[in-house]
């Protein structure tokens, strides 16, 4: 070997994100299933159902084909069938040639990001928010600027927050998530509307996180595009419709930026996983079945936010989407990291710590996963409330 090939390979500055914390909790579990423990698993944010049968058909008949790259932007018939769904949910009109299809949700960010901001540019996000936000904007050489979400705006990011940051110091954009991933509260239409017009008005672009949509029990989600067609919204099948490990979702952008993304994704990937995209245009044939699923999850919701309380957990922010619950936990800890980790190996429920998704407060908050089955889920309410009672 070369004597320059002995040099450690020093990796660049900016990929040096923090680590995602659950992670850790799934690999401690995994120690103790290994073991032969029993384990609940309410740390991890996905489905445990498969995609739906529609879906499964479609991709089972067209696996003994040619599985050949597609357009970049997507099968045609699938972005038609992506806008139509607009129509149907939300009645708004969206031009199929405005959606573009993406390997989840996670490839449109780093589109939407690479499209829309330039080295430095800060860009606000609620906090407590999904890690990987952050941490794509600092690898990108954008600057995240958190803004606390109060209980008196009803956790959610408002258009004065908003505006007050940007005084402080100009922000290119934002990004939001309703229903919001760790807290599952979502924004009413009239605060997703109030944000956006700020926003807009104040030059700064909008991103809309909707991959909670359809998994909403307090109120219908509402879409940015009921709002404004200059906004980037980011969607994916990976929640609603069962399919995390299909890796595949959409975005609907500005009808002018479509082709700048087109070129990014051309030269990234040249085209999304072509099986996924199949599987994915029938998965909207499925929706019946997803909507039992979902059901599961509001079954699940209930069991823990009337007998959370009872087991000692009683702070927890609006469980209005999604499939978490975000509770506080400052009357029994200031380290929300241990707590996850002595809850899992005591009661033997792995959640997550909130310190994932908020470095200020989650010290005080645990995120708890309702995606798993009814019986766990009654089983988690009582490990938990045995555990905190022997404490
Ligand atoms: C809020 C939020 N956005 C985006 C994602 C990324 O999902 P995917 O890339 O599977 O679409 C997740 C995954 O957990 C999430 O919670």
Redesign the pocket.
Known sequence: MLESGRRPIIPSARSDVSPFMVMDVMAAAARLEAAGTHVIHMEV??PAAPAPATALAAARAAIGGRIAYTETLGIPSLRGRIARHYAERHGVDIDPARVIVTT??????MLAFLTLFEPGDRVAIASPG?P?YRHILTALGCEPVLIDTPAATRWALTGEALLAAHRERPLAGVLV?SP??PTGTMMTADALADLIGAAEGAGIRFIS?E??HGLDYAFPAATAAQFSDRAMVIN????YFCM?GW?I?WMVAPENLVRTIERLQQNFSISVPTLSQIAAEAAFDGRAEMDEVKHGYEDNRRILVEGLPGAGLDRFLPADGAFYLYADVSRFTADSHDFAQRMLAEAHVAVTPGLDFDPVHGREFIRLSYAGSRAETQDAVQRIGRWLRGR
């Not at 989840?104 to 960010?109: E, H, K, M, P, V």
């Not at 994916?236 to 929640?239: A, E, L, M, T």
């Open positions: 944010g996905q989840g949700s996670s490839a449109g960010f999904y990987p998530a919001a991933n996180d991959i909670y994916s099948f990976s929640k995390t890796r979702g």
